[in-house]
């Protein structure tokens, strides 16, 4: 049995939106200063914005671990009461 083969304009969407994401993808790569590479990365600037950035997302990750376990418990048909997920 054959697939139905996808239509022109949604390959089209799909490759300009791949190529918002891949083409300045590219130029930062090409551009980047990879000789100071090691002395850029070890920056107190650049250290201080990566432990920034380790912490929001982790905090952002938790609030929505933490938000989405108890919800199945609410879902209408189930037979398991309310506890968090980490809870056996």
């Known amino acids: 049995m ?3 083969s996808v239509p ?6 799909a490759a300009i939106g791949m ?18 590479a090691v002395r ?3 920056a ?3 250290l201080e914005a ?3 950035s380790l ?4 905090s952002a990750t938790g609030i929505a671990w933490c938000w989405a376990c108890p ?3 609410f879902m209408p048909g189930s037979s398991f009461p309310v506890e968090p997920c980490f809870v056996r």
């Open 2 to 4: 054959r697939r139905p």
């Open 8 to 13: 022109v304009a949604v390959m089209a969407l």
């Open 19 to 36: 190529a918002f994401f891949v083409l300045p993808l590219v130029g930062l790569v090409l551009r980047a200063p990879w000789g100071d």
């Open 40 to 42: 850029s990365l070890s």
């Open 44 to 46: 107190p600037e650049t």
């Open 50 to 52: 990566l432990k920034l």
């Open 55 to 58: 912490i929001a997302s982790l």
């Open 71 to 73: 919800w199945p418990g």
